[in-house]
Nanobody, 122 residues
């Protein structure tokens, strides 16, 4: 069974940094893309950064140049390094995986973690 677990959130002052982790387990033979989302109070959940199964990265305009997504294939962990944090980055951050490859892998649903809270004070 696939599990996605985020960690690393916390409270920081504006200008500070945090590194979020997303540990993925259970994809025995499937490759997958991983995307970080965030949802602020009273806001919709928006995509922040993506790393594809081939290592291609993509960022939203709001975080481009400040956030970096990376992956450690040995640890099955995707990281989101967040620098120069702003109060508007305050949100619950979620990790989602989408699998590819065989018919079985493509038929699997997307998996979400439980989220980790990031709070940035001015």
């Amino acid at each position: 069974q696939v599990q996605v677990v985020e960690s690393g959130g916390g409270s920081v002052q504006a200008g500070g940094s945090l590194r979020l982790s997303c540990v993925v387990s259970g994809y025995d033979y499937c490759t997958y893309d991983t995307r970080w989302y965030r949802q602020g109070p009273g806001q919709e959940r928006d995509g922040v950064a993506t790393i594809s199964r081939r290592g291609r990265t993509d960022y939203s305009n709001a975080v481009q140049g400040r956030f970096t997504i990376s992956r450690d294939n040995v640890k099955n962990t995707v990281y989101l390094q967040m620098n120069t944090l702003k109060p508007e980055d305050t949100a619950m951050y979620y990790c989602k995986t989408s699998s590819y490859g065989s018919d079985y892998c493509r038929a699997l649903p997307d998996y979400w973690g439980q989220g980790t809270q990031v709070t940035v004070s001015s």
